[in-house]
């Protein structure tokens, strides 16, 4: 550990493992990834580039996030290292669970507990969807957001497959919004 | 039985089409629930990623991928979310600032938000009805929690205490 590059790969991997367990969900860690990061490992600006980043492209935002503060501050290996932090919490803490859970599938209180549980879920998810909705939006809403969100409504509800409705969706969105000069 | 190469090619999919871990449920959804599956299996996954600590995405593909085919599902489940990012992250760092000035990406990405927003109201709403809890208990959780999460009360907290209030009610 004494060769100074080894030593920022390792600082790299303990501060994700650390953000990972602490955090409990991929927007959440943004904060503590903040705090860890800017100023040590990465400015200000590297670190607004790297959330916004995140957001556009396709994939688990926290892991994009992750491999960006990782290649600022170590190049490729620091996106392993960064990688690996970012992994490792989440398979064990979910691996354990799933196989204890198993056992207890068929009883009743698990039953009754994913029973109680799923309104809750599904607020979640309802809450979700608006803070995405009101996050992606930036700008107001106007009313080509209102019109694809009508149209792939309609698409859903005729259970047209999600993935054709989004790619539409995307296309769509590259003719009404690619017109705007900025 | 499904076939790990499969269930693979499945998160693949499912984690290029969205752009972050809460994106994707609603698509996941539509792409497990039934085929490989079933409603409460789901609804379990969904609850307890929420809860566990660490990314959401990656602890719901293990979940799902887990229920399918034991640890070598969760751990196909895992290389095949974390495959994309990370090809596309590797590739982006070395061509940033050409990309930076493709307006059209961004405008596909704007189009691409509303309609995942809808497609997880319609995710919601499927696992509030198959989640066997309709009557006015679970409308009453349901409510109730989503005004806690507006008043930006911890979800993890929230999903907790509505299975424990779930035992008392249905048990």
Known sequence: MNNPKFKVWWDLLKMFLKVNILSP????????????????????EQFVEAVGFSNVLPGSEALKLAMFVGYAAGGIPGVMSALLGAIIPPTVFMLVVASVLERFQHENWLTAFVAGMSPAVAALIVFVSWELFRVSSRRRIDRRIILIAILSGIAFWFEIPSPFVLLGAGILGVFLFGRRSY | MPSLLQLFLIFVKVNLLSTSGPASVGLLYHEVVGNLVTELQFVQAVGLSSVLPGSDALQLAMYIGYAV????????????????????????????????????????????????????????????????????????????????????APARIIVILAGLLGIFLFS
């Open chain 1, 25 to 44: 969900s991929g927007p959440a860690s943004v904060g503590f990834l903040y705090e860890e990061s800017v100023g040590k490992l990465m400015t200000e």
């Open chain 2, 69 to 152: 085919a034991g640890v070598p599902g969760g751990l196909v489940a895992l290389a095949g979310s974390i495959l994309p990012p990370t090809l596309i992250i590797l590739g982006v760092t070395m061509i940033l600032h050409r990309l930076r000035r493709e307006a059209w990406l961004s405008s596909f990405v704007e189009g691409l938000a509303p309609a995942i927003s809808v497609l997880m109201l319609f995710t919601a709403w499927k696992i509030f009805q198959k989640g066997g809890a309709t009557g006015w208990e679970g409308w009453a959780i349901g409510l109730v929690s989503l005004v806690a999460m507006f008043l930006e």
